[in-house]
């Protein structure tokens, strides 16, 4: 009789990494903000060209809010599982956000018109303007609490990479990396 032989187990998959993302804002020979790429860790891209100058700073203010937060279903996350620039937008081709997507676009708003006006926004009226957009969903609707700290590092973060974007001479671009759910390398942290 010959010996049995063990059948080995399958191993269980290791979970896949996160999609991730390198962001590039370009700038134009003229300075002006010439083309936003996204190119996805499956090799496809989406681009907006010649964006208006309201977007470098509104994009570089969802990147911190979403890495900061640990976001994973933000503008960068959808995105990352395959949304387009024009998906975010009338006439919404995918439909409307996901119920279940981060609140990263209410936040950004926010902070978008806290630049607008220059009313600093605590995180108690955050809060309250997050809960409010969410209402609707009762509780379907995605949890967020931003405490004056997280507002404050959003706040550090997007200075330096603002002052980076300003820094950025014409005809060159600012990179930066996104994957759904991590917070932003510590190289992208730091004053360069």
């Not at 020979?29 to 208006?52: E, I, Q």
């Not at 603002?162 to 996104?178: D, F, K, S």
Request: glycine residues 8%; aromatic residues 8%.
């Amino acid at each position: 009789m010959s010996p049995r032989r063990a059948t080995p187990r399958p191993r269980a998959a290791a979970p896949a990494p996160p999609a991730g993302l390198r962001l590039r804002i370009k700038k134009g020979s003229d300075g002006k903000v010439a083309a936003f790429a996204l190119h996805r860790s499956n090799g496809t891209v989406t681009v907006m060209r010649n964006p208006h100058p309201f977007f470098p700073v509104h994009d570089l203010t969802h990147y911190v809010v979403e890495t900061t937060l640990r976001h994973r279903r933000g503008f960068y996350g959808l995105v990352s599982e395959g949304w387009n620039f024009e998906d975010f937008g009338t006439p919404w081709p995918r439909g409307p956000l996901p119920d279940d997507a981060d609140p990263a676009e209410v936040i950004v708003g926010f902070l978008d018109l806290e630049r607008a006006t220059g009313h600093r926004v605590t995180a108690e009226e955050l809060n309250a303007n997050v809960a409010d957009y969410y209402a609707p969903l009762g509780d379907r609707a995605v949890k967020c609490a931003v405490s004056d700290e997280a507002l404050d590092l959003i706040r550090a973060r997007l200075k330096l990479l603002q002052a980076r974007w300003y820094a950025t001479a014409p005809g060159a671009a600012l990179e930066l990396t996104y994957h759904p759910g991590e917070d932003m390398p510590d190289d992208e942290t730091e004053e360069s």
